[in-house]
């Protein structure tokens, strides 16, 4: 279910693209999934309609969802690949933290363990369940 957390300092409809490309990653939005509409998120989250709709354009725009007229928006049968080309990036960052690390002495052993401790939980998630559900049709 997206969460909402109205004293973050991240614009609301960030918020809703980033849960939305976990969602993706984590494989609880699939291929061809559809997106609930502007107007269920905006009663469900008690959102504004243009917030939602601005986290909606930014989905497409980033080729994550697809609009089909009438029909309402669906997941891309490119998303998972796009987030997963953008993710890969992180590496990089991934190696100067851990360079950071290193200089203040941390033991390889603990951001080994923390690694596995991410991947293991990611193990988990395998039987979540949809974030939401889509009532009414809409």
């Given at each position: 279910m997206y969460q909402i957390d109205v004293m973050s300092?991240?614009?609301?409809?960030?918020?809703?693209?980033?849960?939305?490309?976990?969602?993706?990653?984590?494989?609880?939005?699939?291929?061809?999934?559809?997106?609930?509409?502007?107007?269920?998120?905006s009663v469900t989250l008690s959102v504004n309609p243009n917030t939602i709709q601005k986290a909606i354009s930014e989905l497409d725009r980033r080729g994550l969802v697809t609009s089909v007229p009438g029909k309402?928006?669906?997941?891309?049968?490119?998303?998972?690949?796009?987030?997963t080309v953008v993710k890969r990036n992180n590496l990089e960052i991934i190696r100067e933290k851990t360079?950071?690390?290193?200089?203040?002495?941390?033991?390889?052993?603990?951001?080994?363990?923390?690694?596995?401790?991410?991947?293991?939980?990611?193990?988990g998630l395998k039987?979540?369940?949809?974030?939401?559900?889509?009532?009414g049709g809409q």
């Amino acid at each position: 279910m997206y969460q909402i957390d109205v004293m973050s300092r991240v614009p609301v409809y960030e918020q809703i693209v980033e849960q939305t490309e976990k969602f993706i990653l984590a494989g609880i939005l699939k291929e061809g999934d559809k997106i609930p509409s502007v107007r269920n998120l905006s009663v469900t989250l008690s959102v504004n309609p243009n917030t939602i709709q601005k986290a909606i354009s930014e989905l497409d725009r980033r080729g994550l969802v697809t609009s089909v007229p009438g029909k309402g928006c669906f997941v891309s049968d490119k998303a998972r690949k796009a987030l997963t080309v953008v993710k890969r990036n992180n590496l990089e960052i991934i190696r100067e933290k851990t360079e950071e690390l290193v200089m203040a002495g941390i033991d390889k052993r603990e951001v080994i363990a923390v690694v596995e401790e991410v991947y293991e939980k990611k193990e988990g998630l395998k039987g979540e369940t949809a974030p939401f559900k889509d009532e009414g049709g809409q």
